[in-house]
């Protein structure tokens, strides 16, 4: 599950680089090499995310990625040995970019109804911006791999489950304080919330259907409405409230 510890242990990974006990001894050059050799495979990992959650991981080759950035197909099998390495890298470069596009913003919200509703408002925003040009990058990998046995199936199974798990876990932070409704299913919440963002996730891009978002988060208001006791609609907007914000935001895009 998605917590504050391994969020910031996941984000000091994206930054630090690791040392070495014989870091010292190294010479200036070797480190040089390593440090063109991390930004050569980040460079790499940035095009596939974007190259896959349009045309698929099965659409990621070494071929496909050295036209994309050109490259020569033997400089990028110096990185990435396998089709197979290549896309679990890709996926887990894809994790990290939701970690910091949607958890840690969602968990900067107090715990219980008002991270809740932050994890599904800044989910929308996170595909209706266009982070990775395909959408969700894992709506559509689990689309493609969901009956396809094999290690990166494994991988996207457990990364799916990870923010279902953390739906269900703040569905009861909520109720433990007091804000939803204890008879409420936690996990039959999180799973109408989640129906709800890939619903929104396949008319935005099937359909171009930028309203989808405004609809998605009207239906998990209501549902989050209907559960909440008299001290969580106090942190909810109401209605009226997000559809004057949808409107502003409407406005916006088209200047």
């Given at each position: 599950?998605?917590?504050?510890?391994?969020?910031?242990?996941?984000?000091?990974?994206?930054?630090?680089?690791?040392?070495s006990?014989?870091?010292?001894?190294?010479?200036?050059?070797?480190?040089?090499?390593?440090?063109?050799?991390?930004?050569?495979?980040?460079?790499?990992?940035?095009?596939?995310?974007?190259?896959?959650?349009?045309?698929?991981?099965?659409?990621?080759?070494?071929?496909?990625?050295?036209?994309?950035?050109?490259?020569?197909?033997?400089?990028?099998?110096?990185?990435?040995?396998?089709?197979?390495?290549?896309?679990?890298?890709?996926?887990?470069?894809?994790?990290?970019?939701?970690?910091?596009?949607?958890?840690?913003?969602?968990f900067?919200?107090?715990?219980?109804?008002?991270?809740l509703?932050?994890?599904?408002?800044?989910?929308?925003?996170?595909?209706?911006?266009?982070?990775?040009?395909?959408?969700?990058?894992?709506?559509?990998?689990?689309?493609?791999?969901?009956?396809?046995?094999?290690?990166?199936?494994?991988r996207?199974?457990?990364?799916?489950?990870?923010?279902?798990?953390?739906?269900?876990?703040?569905?009861?932070?909520?109720?433990?304080?007091?804000?939803?409704?204890?008879?409420?299913?936690?996990?039959?919440?999180?799973?109408?919330?989640?129906?709800?963002?890939?619903?929104?996730?396949?008319?935005?891009?099937?359909?171009?259907?930028?309203?989808?978002?405004?609809?998605?988060?009207?239906?998990?208001?209501?549902?989050?409405?209907?559960?909440?006791?008299?001290?969580?609609?106090?942190?909810?907007?109401?209605?009226a409230?997000?559809?004057?914000?949808?409107?502003?935001?409407?406005?916006k895009?088209?200047?």
């Amino acid at each position: 599950m998605f917590s504050k510890t391994n969020v910031r242990a996941i984000l000091r990974a994206m930054t630090v680089i690791t040392k070495s006990t014989g870091a010292e001894t190294e010479r200036p050059s070797a480190q040089a090499r390593k440090a063109h050799g991390a930004r050569t495979r980040q460079t790499i990992l940035e095009a596939a995310v974007d190259i896959a959650s349009e045309e698929g991981l099965e659409g990621l080759s070494i071929g496909r990625l050295a036209s994309e950035l050109s490259m020569s197909k033997s400089g990028l099998f110096a990185h990435f040995g396998s089709k197979e390495e290549l896309q679990l890298a890709t996926v887990e470069t894809a994790r990290a970019v939701f970690i910091r596009e949607v958890i840690t913003p969602a968990f900067a919200a107090d715990r219980g109804l008002a991270r809740l509703w932050k994890l599904c408002d800044v989910w929308l925003e996170y595909v209706r911006g266009e982070v990775f040009r395909g959408g969700c990058f894992f709506a559509a990998a689990a689309a493609e791999f969901d009956g396809r046995p094999g290690s990166v199936r494994d991988r996207v199974a457990e990364i799916m489950k990870e923010w279902l798990t953390t739906l269900r876990r703040s569905v009861a932070e909520a109720q433990e304080a007091g804000q939803l409704d204890a008879e409420a299913d936690p996990a039959q919440l999180a799973f109408e919330l989640h129906a709800l963002e890939m619903g929104a996730n396949w008319a935005f891009q099937l359909h171009d259907d930028r309203e989808a978002f405004t609809r998605a988060r009207t239906a998990m208001l209501e549902r989050l409405r209907r559960h909440a006791t008299a001290d969580g609609l106090k942190l909810l907007p109401t209605l009226a409230q997000r559809r004057g914000r949808a409107r502003v935001t409407r406005g916006k895009s088209k200047t």
